[in-house]
């Protein structure tokens, strides 16, 4: 099968995608939180994905968000989108991705269908094919979880280069990265991944989707130097002030890993709004003033060097 070149490892930011008040996409907003991330050293870009809304987005409103990316990103650190839905769409946004010059795309589930391993390889090699320079990482989550004959016969496309885990079935994992080592790169991806990421790293997965860079991201970075240096103590402080405070918030309500990243941009005053489309909804007031008061105490706690604003006024 060959060696794998590797996709971009460490912590991957997925920023959000800010709308304004009458539900148009702000693309300063969006080039600002992009250029925060970073500066604030995450390791990748992917844009346009779950937490970009991307079951809301355009065609237009998608290349927009990428030729922000790019622009915000100026190389410092590869990009990735989100490619997915019904299979035309998919392979349409993947020639874009291409087009604008991502390094890869996340594949994410088709449209609503569960099908057999068989249609599910079918479609993932049919978006291989039409974009064979772009890297193309697996998600597995929801309506897409691929067994392990079925990444071993996509394996054969050179362009496959990682699978994400959202769905937390770790002898599925450890049969992959059993098989699967120095071939394919592995990125935990389960919702707030900072939760359970000890339960990864075991099986030689240190990449990660992280919800909180995109509003605490030095916290973040502390979380994972402590990860990999063994320091519980550490671990165990972060788990108890900022970690699990909020993951408790985040498992409320449906939509919340889209909306409560927002809300935790509003609070710490980066340029977005709470903001979402249906079918996500908004933080309630009760659960916002709650994550208030967590990062409030957490940033005290644990101060970034250069606060960009205050906590907004209770």
Sequence with gaps: MGESTGIAKGILGFPVAPFTENGRLDEQALFENIRFLVEEGLDAIYIACGSGEFQSLDKAEYEVMLETANEAVAGKVPIYTG?????????ELAAISEEKGAAGYLLLPPYLIHGEQEGLY?????????????????????????????????????????????????????????????????????????????????????????????????????????????????????????????????????????????????????????????????????????????????LEKYPRKEKISKIKES
């Design 83 to 91: 490619v997915g839905g019904n299979l035309r769409t998919a392979v």
């Design 122 to 298: 079918r479609y993932a090699s049919e978006i291989f094919e039409s974009a064979p320079n772009l890297d193309a990482i697996l998600y597995q989550r929801d309506n897409a979880i691929y067994s392990v004959e079925t990444v071993r016969q996509l394996t054969a496309y050179p362009q496959f280069k990682g699978v994400k885990d959202g769905i937390g079935n770790m002898e599925l994992n450890i049969c992959l990265t059993h098989e699967f080592k120095g071939r394919l790169d592995f990125l935990n991806g389960m919702p707030m991944a900072e939760v359970t990421m000890p339960a990864y790293l075991p099986l030689g997965i240190t990449t990660y989707s992280s919800a909180i860079s995109n509003y605490i991201p030095h916290i973040s970075r502390m979380y994972y130097k402590a990860l990999l240096a063994g320091d519980q103590e550490t671990l165990d402080e972060l788990y108890t002030d900022v970690i699990l405070p909020i993951n408790s918030i985040r498992k409320q309500r449906k939509g919340y890993a889209v909306s409560l990243i927002k809300a935790g941009m509003e609070i710490i005053g980066l340029q977005t709004r709470g903001y979402v489309r249906p079918p996500v909804t908004p933080v309630t007031k009760e659960h916002y003033k709650e994550l208030e008061q967590i990062l409030g105490r957490a």
